[in-house]
């Protein structure tokens, strides 16, 4: 059974930039689309960004220019990059297929404050 593991997580200041990784334990991101998603205190999951087996991508307009996915299939790890943090970001990220294939890791913490 494929397991993800998320890091890169931590606290930074608004502006600041991370790069989360997402580990697999199998070859996973040629065969399927995958995304990052994020779960805030006591909001719902959302999908921050997502890639597809063919390199195009998407993101939710509150990351648009600032999170950049992408993939290295040599490595099974996809990673997404946080420029331009703000407080809102601040959440548990996760990683898992588009169709929520996998089952969820433990996350990565990320704090934005000052």
């Known amino acids: 059974q494929v397991q993800l593991v998320e890091s890169g997580g931590g606290l930074v200041q608004p502006g600041g930039s991370l790069r989360l990784s997402c580990t697999a334990s199998?070859?996973?991101?040629?065969?399927?689309?995958m995304a990052w998603y994020r779960q805030a205190p006591g909001k719902q999951r959302e999908r921050v960004a997502f890639i597809t087996t063919g390199g195009n991508t998407g993101y939710a307009d509150s990351v648009k220019g600032r999170f950049t996915i992408s993939t290295d299939n040599a490595k099974n790890t996809m990673y997404l990059q946080m420029n331009s943090l703000k407080f809102e970001d601040t959440a548990v990220y996760h990683c898992n297929s588009v169709g929520l294939r996998y089952g969820w890791g433990q996350g990565t913490q990320v704090t934005v404050s000052s």
């Open positions: 199998g070859s996973i991101f040629s065969i399927n689309a």
